[in-house]
């Protein structure tokens, strides 16, 4: 069955398997704590141990040789390779043992997820990234509660950094809480340099906001961020990868014209957050011009291999290029 993460303060116990997807790791971790709401042990797992030895695992269950009294697993990563064990031990008589898989995002059409949302005995928990007000009411009342005195742009800033994610809201407040500590005062500037500004953005992020040709937020991105000359060979195939993807979504928007249902049928489905900024990169390009990049990409991948200690320019060049909203492609 499927619960709102804010729900499960009025989960029923008797529910033993968990299934908790989702990016919001701070969030994640909350919900399984308050699940194992007591201090007994919890072994925890990968995926890929549990998968390699299926036998093994489902045996040592089944013989509870595991424990001697109830025990909790967590299983982390999880994917639809572990559906067939969570089905063979759904039939089994397991009431003592309590199963959590964590895992990040999983599509509507997993099998895991499917069964765990059909299933009325079993919970699957969606975890969904904080919304900035969450976040600033979080900051703020560690702020006041440590009596910590900073203003509310550095408070934005903070937010933003954190990228809807409370764990990295919670690093960071943690930080400034240990440098104030001995007086020191909490300025821009050294905040910058406090909560490692620098490290937070991610390809994708960079990508998608390359293909929406938001060139100020690209260059925001590119200029906060150290790529490695190793870095670029990704980014230029993530750049190819989510290029087709939306080659596909203008040719389906030629046709039909609608955009909101371009957006609905897409398949795979696109993740609710993502929604907008697919809009915005279906409306900047057409199946023409996206091909054009794509071509282009190719390109710059066989330049960059060529020159891989200039990498770092050449795709920064390419990226800026293909962020402005002038470049003819």
Known sequence: MIL??????????????????????????????KIFDNNKEVLQYEEKEIVENS????????????????????????????????????TRNVDRLSLILDTDILEKRSKLRSF??????????????????????????????KNISISQSNINLIINKSNGDREKLLKDVQKIEFYTKNGKKITNENLIKLINLTEDYNVSELIDNCLAKNEKKTLTILNENNFSNEDCILITRIFLNKSKKILKLCQEFEKNNNIDLTISSAKPAIFWK??????????????ETIKNLIYKINEIELIIKKNLNNSVNLITDFLLEQSSKDTNN
């Open 4 to 33: 709102k993460s804010y729900e499960i303060n009025d989960l029923n116990l008797k529910n033993n398997f968990f299934l908790v997807y989702g990016k919001n790791e701070g969030l994640k971790k909350e919900i399984i704590k």
């Open 55 to 90: 036998s093994n695992f489902i045996e040592s269950i089944l013989t509870n040789s595991l424990f001697e009294d109830d025990k909790k697993i967590i299983i982390k990563r999880v994917t639809d390779k572990i559906f067939k064990i969570i089905e063979e031990l759904s």
């Open 116 to 145: 765990f949302e059909k299933n009325k005995k079993y919970v699957c928990i969606a975890i969904y990234p904080d919304t900035p007000q969450t976040l600033q009411k979080l900051a703020i009342k560690f702020f006041k509660d």
């Open 274 to 287: 993502d929604k907008e900024i697919t809009k915005q990169q279906i409306y900047m390009w057409k199946p």
